[in-house]
């Protein structure tokens, strides 16, 4: 089972960055696919960027060009940074396998408006 803790998250003005991290306890992160998911309040938890154990990164339409996905084997840690971010990023940021196995952490609020 893996263990995992969002942290970076915060308020930034329209056109201000963010760099999230994901630190996973326990074995597994190393053999699969991570993402970064977001939800708000009344949708549904939503995709917006994976990475495979490979290192190849995907990006929902809504987020490509502005956010970067990467993970750090070394330190067990995936990040998201996040650039030109819009009002409509705000959300709790996830991270998780994909598709998610483990059980979810916290998440970490990100909130941009100005």
């Known amino acids: 089972q893996v263990q995992l803790v969002e942290s970076g998250g915060g308020l930034v003005q329209p056109g201000g960055s963010l760099r999230l991290s994901c630190a996973a306890s326990?074995?597994?992160?190393?053999?699969?696919?991570m993402g970064w998911y977001r939800q708000v309040p009344g949708k549904q938890r939503e995709l917006v960027a994976s990475i495979s154990s490979a290192g190849s990164p995907t990006y929902a339409d809504s987020v490509k060009g502005r956010f970067t996905i990467s993970r750090d084997y070394a330190k067990n840690t995936e990040y998201l940074q996040m650039n030109d971010l819009k009002p409509e990023d705000t959300a709790v940021y996830y991270c998780n396998a994909v598709p998610s196995k483990w059980g979810w952490g916290q998440g970490t609020q990100v909130t941009v408006s100005s």
């Open positions: 326990g074995s597994g992160f190393r053999i699969y696919a």
